[in-house]
């Protein structure tokens, strides 16, 4: 399996060990990652926020360069998805939205044709290599481990985009339990994490992420698992600010679920990688440890 | 700013404000909506502050008060989690309208900072977020490819045809 990989803006930039735990883990499935060159911006929903065109002909540029490559497109954050998965669906349901998008691509000789499909690293993961076949890659389950999966708003939603289905939570919550975890249920799983608000009104966006919180602390989890880096940097810087703010005190360590994989799978997060969280993973490294 | 087509007019206004909404892309929605609130019941930022109700910001729409809506904050307010998506019984789509919103908004230069910075970025460097010179030296050293590949001659031939940094360097 190759796929055409579509990195991002924030991976590349500040969440260094979400891209290098992909890296390692996904050709050990099998799934040959092939960087995209020449991309720009997905144009995620500020960029939305300003002009339709600008936003369908960015997304569509990368996507055209998908198309060349004949590959299908991996992503890993939830935002570059849903703006990359709109484009495509969009411009393949709408001919006139086509034709008037292909306009704006002809000035650097692109033109979208609508071969290729768009999938976040979850789907591939589900749909490509199988529950069954991440549950063998592991090596050492953690049993009694209880984390708190939060899968970000645009894995599952809007549902049309998706066939009507919410496929994304329930495959992201099988992916998690094959590392032998256990995904515990707690209130607004489904919400959103309140990063968007970020520099709109941040006491608002605060009260956001700290209702989750809250409902995660009610659970007991011992980490919460993200595959947003959105939602990462929201629940993790978040509660650094939350604590500074509103005098709240958390503590949940936040792990990318590529990160919760890698270990898993044998591979222990290096040095550098355990610095990279704000909120210190010592607590639930160690119950890893004890569970084997 | 043309104070007689910002301003609203009762009644004449009203459906002309409603139909500019409708006819901007993502905003058909807002001709399909019930008010009957279920959006509100969805929305994570509804729930938090009062400040923000999505039924009330629609009916303020169908009111033809242009200006408020459009010189005001409250539109940016939703987070396109598109939860009010999936549960409208109207299929109307009140996150989409959000954005027929902030377009018209934008328009009329009303662009929160954040978002101009966003966009600048975009322009010069092909993202939104640019790694530091500090990430580069980390993406090297932990064996990632230091040089991300960006189009950025190519992303700013299409955002020059869109208008796009006419569009960013408007003021209120």
Redesign the interface.
């Given at each position: 399996m190759k796929y055409a990989f579509f990195?991002g803006?924030?991976i590349?930039?500040?969440e260094?060990g979400y891209?290098?735990s992909v890296?390692k883990i996904m050709p050990l499935f099998g799934v040959e990652l092939v960087?995209?060159?020449?991309?720009?911006?997905c144009?995620?929903?500020?960029?939305?926020?300003?002009?339709?065109?600008?936003w369908l002909?960015?997304a569509a540029?990368n996507l055209c360069?998908a198309e060349e490559m004949g590959l299908d497109v991996l992503t890993l954050c939830n935002d570059c998805y849903e703006s990359l998965l709109m484009t495509n669906t969009l411009l393949k349901e709408n001919k006139e939205l086509r034709e008037k998008v292909n306009s704006?691509?002809a000035?650097?000789d692109?033109e979208f044709k609508g071969k290729i499909k768009v999938k976040h690293f979850i789907d591939v993961l589900y749909d490509d290599v199988g529950v069954e076949n991440v549950k063998n890659a592991v090596k050492t389950p953690f049993h009694g481990l209880r984390v708190g999966v939060q899968p970000g708003?645009?894995l599952t939603?809007?549902?049309?985009l998706h066939f009507g289905e919410r496929i994304g939570i329930k495959a992201l919550d099988e992916l998690v339990k094959a590392t032998g975890v256990k995904s515990v249920d707690f209130e607004?799983k489904?919400?959103?994490c309140?990063?968007?608000?970020?520099?709109?009104?941040d006491a608002?966006a605060l009260?956001?992420a700290k209702?989750k919180l809250d409902g995660l602390k009610n659970a007991g989890v011992d980490c919460i698992v993200t595959v947003c880096p959105f939602c990462y940097l929201e629940l993790d810087l978040g509660q650094l600010e939350i604590k500074r703010h509103l005098n709240v005190e958390y503590n949940i360590p936040v792990v990318h679920f590529a990160e919760l994989l890698k270990i898993a799978m044998g591979m222990p997060l290096?040095d550098?990688e355990i610095r990279s969280h704000k909120i210190p993973l010592a607590k639930v490294l160690e119950k890893m440890k004890e569970a084997k | 700013m043309d104070e007689a087509k910002v301003g609203a007019f009762p009644a004449r206004a009203r459906a002309d404000f409603m139909h500019e909404v409708a006819n901007?892309?993502?905003g058909r929605g807002v001709l399909l909506c019930i008010q009957c609130g279920r959006c509100t019941n969805s929305c994570?930022?509804a729930?938090?502050?009062d400040?923000?109700n999505p039924r009330k910001l629609v009916e303020t729409v169908i009111l033809g008060l242009r200006k408020e809506v459009l010189l005001g904050?409250l539109p940016?307010?939703c987070?396109?989690?598109?939860?009010c998506?999936?549960r409208c019984p109207q299929g109307g789509?009140i996150?989409e309208v959000m954005?027929a919103i902030?377009?018209l908004a934008?328009k009329e230069g009303n662009?929160?900072?954040?978002?101009i910075v966003?966009?600048k970025n975009?322009f010069e460097t092909?993202?939104?977020?640019?790694?530091?010179r500090m990430?580069l030296i980390?993406?090297e050293r932990?064996?990632?490819?230091k040089d991300?590949?960006?189009?950025?001659d190519?992303?700013q031939?299409?955002?020059k045809?869109?208008?796009?940094v006419e569009?960013?360097s408007k003021k209120v």
């Open positions: 990195i803006c924030l590349p930039a500040r260094l891209e290098i890296r960087d995209m060159e020449n991309v720009n911006c144009a995620p929903f500020s960029i939305q926020s300003l002009d339709y065109a600008s002909s960015l540029r360069i704006v691509l000035t650097v692109k708003c645009h939603k809007p549902k049309r607004r489904e919400a959103c309140g990063g968007p608000m970020r520099g709109i009104n608002v009260q956001v209702q290096e550098w | 901007t892309p993502r994570p930022v729930r938090t502050t400040e923000y904050n940016r307010y987070l396109s989690c598109f939860t998506l999936d789509d996150g954005f902030r377009n934008a662009v929160p900072e954040g978002i966003q966009a975009l092909g993202r939104v977020v640019t790694p530091t990430a980390q993406r932990y064996g990632l490819s991300i590949s960006i189009g950025i190519e992303a031939k299409i955002l045809k869109t208008s796009f569009l960013i």
